[in-house]
């Protein structure tokens, strides 16, 4: 089991800067590759960023150049740098967990991050 607590949401202005920060407990985090999603309202979740057990990160075409997903295994936390904020940013953001050998998936809870003037 992995339990994970996102945090560092909340209201900025377009062209601002968010650090999110996914704090997981209950099993050996760097097992798990880990991944943020978000959600906008009347939208489904989409994948944002992720990075694999070994470093290696991907990210979607709108969020490219912008945001940075990084891992820091000595502290159980994965984090999601987002610059250059736009509106169309706005979603709840979701931090994964993901066991590439036994396919188990956890999921936080979520944290909203609007971007508005």
């Known amino acids: 089991q992995v339990q994970l607590v996102e945090s560092g949401g909340g209201l900025v202005q377009p062209g601002g800067s968010l650090r999110l920060s996914c704090a997981a407990s209950?099993?050996?985090?760097?097992?798990?590759?880990m991944g943020w999603y978000r959600q906008a309202p009347g939208k489904q979740r989409e994948l944002v960023a992720a990075?694999?057990?070994?470093?290696?990160?991907n990210y979607a075409d709108s969020v490219k150049g912008r945001f940075t997903i990084s891992r820091d295994n000595a502290k159980n936390t994965v984090y999601l740098q987002m610059n250059s904020l736009k509106p169309e940013d706005t979603a709840v953001y979701y931090c994964n967990a993901n066991h590439p050998l036994t396919t188990a998936d956890y999921w936080g809870k979520g944290t909203l991050v609007t971007v508005s003037s």
């Open positions: 990075i694999t057990r070994g470093g290696s990160t």
């Open positions: 209950g099993s050996i985090f760097r097992l798990y590759a």
